[in-house]
């Protein structure tokens, strides 16, 4: 996975354009077009679809029904929708801290890299739609079985990337510190844990992005509420304007989180952005 | 005298070390014995892989010998970290630390607070000419900006021996000749003891009080050499006759050891 993703046109966007120059400006909006014109092309050929095509508004509603329900329903949509994404952005919190933690056991300790990392990838070989009714049985219709799902699927990415991250500490930044006297918990400090960041960066976007995912499993099994709720409802009603306005939010919601984090990222890691000027010098001193 | 009057900053007594299991030996150094005064310019030159990185990390107590003794102030030091200043051949400044935060590493590790530690390195961050680079990141530096901060981090770390292993390898011929100029400016000024490693002849003529001639692996010293040039020194020194003279008898010696390990070579 690449340390630097350069390819995040909207963090390149929000960064402090101070430095930026026209012909930069105009590739990144080349390439905004670019990726705004392929959607728009695709909304085009449903609507194109949708309305020459003579299927039935229940199977297939144009995209003009979708955004009409989008608007007539917000206040039902938002009402779920904010379930879902306190379920997925708590999940998501609790993902990070356990990730983070079990990560620096593994990568501290011989004996529970031995004793866990095993259990840790078998934990991504069970299939969660197979385990989330037996948590519902268990803990009942509350929140705790969403976010525990939400857990279970995204703390991985996050540990095996914050692992593999602590792994690549520079060999020779350690042997400087052991040098100096450092303590392990120094070295942990001053060269592990931020030779790792960009990587647990990467591993943490990917859970922010499926942690939506988790949030819908965990209420597609048992829930009275949430965007998978009206889902379901929805499409046992045949409101498939409706489903679709849902599936949107619940996308948005995706993109939404995954950007957040790399908004973090970019405040957390600021020497990975570089400004695009030449290396002045001092040589002439 | 900071080191408490003993004769020898460093002494190096009969060391060995072999890496590698029993079956697969390497031997890297054999019987090596050195010695440095207080205050002195001395340097350790070899051909690569002659095991001098391998003799830094044994002085600085990072690796233990198999057999012989380290004396750092007159005290035994085999394997005791924190004696000495360090500074490895590559840079090793953190991307993730600005300049001021990369200088002020070793005081840091000894305890003391960040903001204390850059109050006391603020005024030398000029002095190694990083005036106006104290908040940027490594990556705006130029590669003699970056020796030169590696080499603020090794003094901040306030030992009077420094062990300097090829530091300008990297840079081209140009900067390295500022660099060396500069590098007797601060060692003069600042008064400490510097151990340096290199295999370049012009390198080691021009900065040392004292030249140890390394064997290839396993290193060995064969030979010493005074170089009894006034200082300061500038670089119209290299053209002297009694400069180029010196520099003559170490490449001579070091030929002659190439040539003795050509053929010991299977």
């Not at chain 1, 990587?199 to 499993?217: D, E, H, N, W």
């Amino acid at each position: 996975m690449s340390v630097q993703k350069r390819s995040l046109s909207l963090g390149r966007i929000w960064a402090p354009s101070a430095q930026r120059h026209l012909p930069g400006i105009l590739a990144q909006a080349n390439r905004i077009a670019f990726s705004a014109g392929l959607a728009v092309l695709a909304l085009v050929v449903w609507q194109l679809v949708a309305y020459f095509g003579s299927i039935p508004e229940w199977k297939l509603p144009s995209l003009w029904q979708v955004l009409q329900t989008l608007g007539s329903d917000a206040g039902l949509i938002a009402r779920h929708a904010r379930v879902t994404a306190y379920e997925a952005v708590l999940g998501f919190t609790i993902a990070v801290v356990v990730g983070l933690a079990l990560a620096v056991a593994i990568h501290q300790s011989r004996l529970v890299e031995r004793a866990l990392y095993p259990y840790v990838i078998a934990s991504q070989a069970i299939p969660v739609i197979a385990i989330a009714p037996i948590l519902i049985i268990w803990l009942g219709f509350g929140i705790l079985p969403k976010v525990i799902v939400i857990v279970l699927i995204t703390f991985f990415p996050i540990t095996v990337n914050t692992v593999d991250g602590l792994r690549k500490a520079d060999p020779d930044m350690l042997n400087l510190l052991r040098t100096m006297g450092a303590s392990r918990w120094q070295v942990f400090k001053i060269v592990q844990m931020p030779s790792a960041l960009p990587l647990f960066f990467s591993g943490a976007k990917i859970a922010a992005a499926v942690s939506v995912i988790g949030a819908f499993i965990g209420e597609y099994v048992g829930a009275s509420e949430g965007l998978s709720w009206l889902i379901r409802r929805s499409s046992a009603q045949f409101l498939t304007a409706r489903v679709y306005a849902s599936v949107f939010a619940l996308s948005a919601m995706g993109i939404i989180l995954f950007y957040a984090v790399s908004y973090i990222e970019r405040l957390a890691t600021p020497w990975t952005r570089r400004p695009d000027e030449p290396v002045r010098t001092s040589e002439s001193r | 005298m900071v080191n408490g009057g003993a004769e020898f900053s460093v002494m190096v007594s009969g060391v060995s070390k072999s890496f590698g299991d029993t079956r697969d030996e390497v031997p890297v150094l054999r019987g090596v014995n050195l010695t440095v005064r207080p205050g002195e310019f001395v340097t350790i030159i070899g051909p690569s892989g002659c095991g001098k990185s391998t003799l830094f990390n044994i002085i600085s107590g990072v690796v233990l010998p198999d057999k012989g003794r380290v004396h750092v102030n007159g005290e035994p030091a085999n394997g005791r970290v924190g004696l000495v200043g360090y500074m490895p051949q590559k840079d090793l400044l953190m991307p993730w630390r600005t300049v001021i935060d990369n200088v002020i590493l070793g005081m840091e590790v000894a305890g003391v607070s960040r903001q204390d530690a850059r109050r006391e390195a603020l005024p030398l961050i000029a002095e190694f000419g990083l005036e106006g680079f104290e908040s940027s990141y490594p990556y705006a530096l130029s590669g003699g900006m970056r020796q030169r901060a590696a080499f603020l981090r090794t003094v901040l770390f306030k030992k009077d021996i420094l062990l300097l292993d090829e530091p300008f390898g990297a840079l081209d011929a140009l900067t390295r000749q500022a660099m060396h100029e500069w590098l007797l400016g601060v060692w003069e000024k600042l008064g400490m003891t510097i151990v340096f490693v290199t295999h370049d002849v012009e390198e080691a003529t021009f900065l040392s009080d004292r030249v140890y001639v390394m064997s290839a692996r396993p290193g060995q010293i064969v030979a010493e050499l005074r170089i009894n040039l006034p200082r300061p020194r500038t670089y119209d020194l290299v053209v002297s006759e009694a400069f180029l003279r010196l520099k003559a008898q170490l490449l001579e010696t070091l030929r002659g050891e190439g040539r003795m390990a050509g053929s010991r070579a299977p």
